[in-house]
């Protein structure tokens, strides 16, 4: 006769699970986001590199999904400098400094690698 005796739950199997699953995905955001930050660097306008050199990226995990977000800490008197070399801004005296689309170029390939490798896990067989 075999007997077989169990106590407890697979909670810790469970969770354990969860991490490594979560644990991947945020692997690969985390390569996307070096990328991104590099690419983004590279094409900001440069004057005295302080914009470009800070860039930086925060990967969120909440409620099961997970994002990434490119942000940029110079900021003067209150003003994200990146965001008026994106779109312009005014002048002191009244006049305007025209923007240039400068982060969606350098950011779109991330994107776009990000989906494409996102649809190669879907439709892996």
């Avoid at 697979?10 to 690419?39: C, P, Q």
Wanted: hydrophobic share 35%; with cysteine; charged share 20%.
């Amino acid at each position: 006769m075999i007997t077989f005796r169990h106590k407890g739950d697979f909670s810790g199997v469970k969770r354990f699970l969860e991490r490594a699953k979560n644990a991947s995905r945020l692997d690969i955001l985390d390569k996307y986001g070096r990328e991104g930050v590099a690419a983004l660097a590279s094409a900001t306008p440069v004057e005295s590199g302080r914009t470009a050199g800070s860039w930086y990226y925060e990967v969120k995990d909440s409620n099961g999904s997970v994002s990434i977000n490119f942000c940029n800490s110079n900021i003067n008197e209150g003003v994200p400098i990146a965001v008026i070399l994106q779109y312009g801004h005014g002048t002191g005296t009244g006049g305007w400094v025209q923007g240039r689309d400068y982060i969606n170029p350098a950011i779109q390939p991330i994107f776009d690698r990000i989906a494409n490798e996102a649809w190669r896990e879907v439709t892996r067989l």
